[in-house]
């Protein structure tokens, strides 16, 4: 049975602004249109993850976060232009979808972050070429399974893994660092190998990791004044992907003997110049602490193409 009368201007905006527009619909008794915005929305959400968002620079526009705010006002604002001509159906009750829905959209996007995909953007330069400053990447949670470090506020109270699949040599991950960031890396060595760099060249258990030349590398940043050096490493697994020398006989070109011990992993940047890693006073990784494996790259929010860089992941 309808209500009396239209949703207030202000409950109207309170509810499209904190949850979506979609509950604001439900609230005002716009049913079959919030089933298309949801339909639309969700399919974005899928289109984003396939198809990526085409790459534009937002140097000179506000920060994402206004962005979003914005968009948000707008569409309360619409929905509050549509309250005052509707009459509430039997649904928009305090009883009824709109609490449902609420709690119902408020878990799926926890569920989906927490063990299915997770974004995560890209602040420096250790990763180039295959991530540049400005990136943005999904993260799959379903990789190696989840630890106290997949969920929020630590809401998994575990040690170890659940449902855990060992990652492979030359897979991008993101993890947890000792110092509580999240940071992201290669993985180049597995527990009881020895790894070590000599003269630049990645060598695991005493033997030399194949290392083809490739030319030169443009660089799209400040990072160099100057071409960089690049290569083509092959690691025994046979998981090729491109690594940078800025410079000869840099600090991490020659290194100790690093044993990588029992369920940790040995990590480093594809920017081997420019990469504070595993070789350095960071230490391998314990499995525990890997978040996830990057798998696609859908946006970079300095323009920069990366459509063929998806390969190098």
């Given at each position: 049975m309808p209500l009396a009368k239209p949703r207030s201007s202000l409950s109207t905006f309170l509810i499209?602004?904190?949850v979506d527009?979609?509950?604001g619909l439900l609230w005002i008794g716009r049913g079959k249109l919030a089933i298309i915005v949801g339909i639309i929305l969700y399919a974005a959400a899928i289109a984003v993850f396939y198809l990526g968002v085409p790459p534009f620079s937002i140097k000179s526009m506000p920060s994402l976060a206004l962005l979003e705010i914005l968009a948000k006002l707008a569409f309360a604002v619409g929905v509050c232009c549509l309250a005052a001509t509707t009459i509430p159906r039997w649904y928009s009750n305090g009883f009824g979808l709109v609490?449902?829905?609420i709690i119902s959209a408020l878990a799926l996007a926890l569920g989906v972050r927490s063990f299915l995909l997770q974004p995560f953007n890209i602040p420096s330069e250790n990763m180039v070429p295959a991530l540049v400053r400005g990136d943005y990447v999904f993260v799959s949670k379903l990789a190696y399974g989840y630890s106290r470090y997949s969920i929020p506020f630590g809401l998994l109270p575990i040690e170890g893994r659940i449902f855990a699949q060992l990652p492979e040599r030359g897979d991008v991950v993101v993890f947890r660092t000792q110092d509580g960031f999240d940071s992201v890396k290669r993985i180049v060595g597995l527990p009881g190998e020895t790894i070590q760099m000599i003269d630049g060249i990645l060598n695991i258990d005493g033997s030399p990791v194949k290392l083809d030349q490739m030319g030169v590398y443009h660089p799209d940043s400040a990072m160099s004044s100057r071409?960089?050096?690049?290569?083509?490493?092959?690691?025994?697994?046979?998981?090729?992907y491109a690594v940078l020398s800025i410079t000869d006989d840099s600090m991490g070109d020659n290194t100790a003997p690093h044993i990588v011990p029992a369920g940790q992993y040995f990590l480093m940047g594809d920017n081997r110049d420019n990469s504070y890693d595993s070789r350095f006073t960071m230490g391998t990784v314990p499995f525990e602490n890997l978040i996830g494996k990057v798998v696609k790259i859908f946006w970079n929010s300095e323009g920069i193409a990366y459509s063929e860089r998806q390969s190098l992941l």
């Open positions: 499209s602004l904190l527009p979609v509950a609490p449902i829905y071409p960089i050096k690049m290569a083509k490493e092959t690691p025994p697994n046979g998981k090729s």
